[in-house]
């Protein structure tokens, strides 16, 4: 109980802010306890924290004060956009390098702290559904998933926001598909269905009347982007599913190849790129054609060997303003929604894990390709910039 009192006093600071709002109004404590109708030592006693105001005069002293009584109590219900991202990646972090509950329980502290910040919300749902397979068994990673998803129907019922209220919808639904709840996906995204109609070219053609063509660039830059990238995502899904025909997976692979190199998603977007290799792996070692899915796991460990620097989002040549909108318009700016470490062992989980990939592991390349990738990320992990196998290679050639 001590120490409950103890947090509740660094969280209300009201003293602070009394005293600060009566000295800015250039009055005595004599003056506020007349005003207020009580004590001189009673205001005394609210200033140094030692007791509280009645509740009752909580409104007065507030309106008093020309505040509200948010203010006065010093209680912030909402977080900036700056905090938010900054709170994300040492979270983040902190999945990586700390025990899993410690920081689940941070997490819970902040939702009931800020219950009413609608993109904190969201992004704590997103950094469970990030990290929950870091729990300790597939019980607790569907109780987190099962937590995820209740903060995603509060963010979707309570928020304002559309975009936001959008993508908490998709993350409800792919907790639902992780729970193995299919129907309750269908039923949601029946539910939520809209005409999706692009608003990029209004909002640039608005932009481009007012004289500003660089935000209208901006705006269709970013737009670009986006759909492509959906359009990329949805192709693999398709090829996904056509394994049970060779034929079409192959003519869905080929033009989702066709797509990735028009766009240059290798330097543009590698983690991308990567996931429509070990799709497009998957999919060839279901068809039976080892050799070209062991083709597209060795570009795989490639993409992955290459990335030295952190992995972040950026724009490229083409793109020459995403930089700026990815900062001032996305929460986490142009950080992934995993911390690099975790995303470095998930590549390597990601060969090793799939069940498709078992009749590989006898085969000298997929065990080249394993070992590459181990090789990163311990790399990575020590803080080198080239795995001795990169640093050989380029030598060679």
Not at 196 to 223: C, F, R, V, Y
Not at 240 to 262: G, N, P, S, W
Not at 289 to 298: P, T
Request: glycine share 4%; aromatic share 8%; net charge negative.
């Amino acid at each position: 109980m001590k120490k409950f009192f103890e947090n509740s006093q660094k969280e209300i600071r009201l003293g602070q802010i009394l005293t600060k709002h009566r000295h800015k109004r250039g009055i005595t404590q004599e003056e506020l306890a007349a005003c207020m109708g009580v004590s001189k030592a009673s205001v005394s006693k609210w200033e140094t924290s030692t007791t509280y105001p009645d509740i009752t005069l909580l409104p007065q002293l507030a309106t008093f004060f020309d505040i509200s009584i948010d203010e006065l109590m010093g209680y912030e219900p909402q977080m900036t956009r700056d905090n938010i991202r900054r709170l994300y990646r040492q979270i983040s972090q902190d999945f990586s390098s700390k025990p899993f509950e410690e920081v689940m329980a941070h997490c819970r502290e902040l939702v009931r702290k800020y219950y009413s910040c609608m993109p904190l919300l969201f992004q704590i749902g997103s950094l469970y559904v990030n990290h929950c397979t870091f729990a300790a068994s597939p019980e607790k990673t569907s109780a987190v998933l099962e937590e995820a998803r209740l903060i995603f129907v509060r963010v979707r019922e309570e928020s304002d926001d559309m975009s936001l209220i959008s993508q908490s919808v998709h993350l409800e639904a792919l907790c639902l598909l992780q729970l193995g709840q299919p129907q309750e996906v269908l039923d949601l995204l029946s539910s939520c269905e809209t005409i999706k109609l692009s608003s990029e070219p209004l909002t640039a053609a608005a932009w481009q009347m007012l004289g500003n063509p660089a935000e209208a660039k901006s705006i269709l830059q970013a737009g670009i982007y986006q759909e492509m990238l959906t359009l990329v995502n949805l192709m693999v899904s398709y090829a996904d599913l056509c394994t049970d025909d060779a034929v079409v997976f192959r003519e869905a692979e080929a033009r989702i190849q066709m797509l990735c190199k028009t766009f240059q998603l290798e330097t543009l977007h590698p983690g991308i790129q990567m996931s429509v290799c070990i799709t497009a792996a998957r999919g060839y070692v279901l068809i039976g054609d080892k050799e070209h899915a062991l083709d597209l796991l060795e570009q795989y460990a490639d993409l992955a060997s290459c990335q030295h620097h952190a992995l972040v989002l950026h724009g490229d040549s083409y793109f020459s303003l995403l930089d700026h909108w990815l900062e001032q318009n996305l929460t986490l700016g142009n950080a992934l929604p995993r911390e690099d470490s975790v995303i470095r062992r998930c590549m390597t989980e990601a060969v090793t894990s799939l069940p498709e990939f078992a009749s590989l592991f006898g085969d000298t390349r997929f065990q080249t390709i394993v070992r590459r990738l181990e090789s990163c990320r311990k790399d990575k992990e020590n803080g080198y910039e080239t795995s001795d196998y990169e640093k050989n290679r380029s030598h060679n050639i």
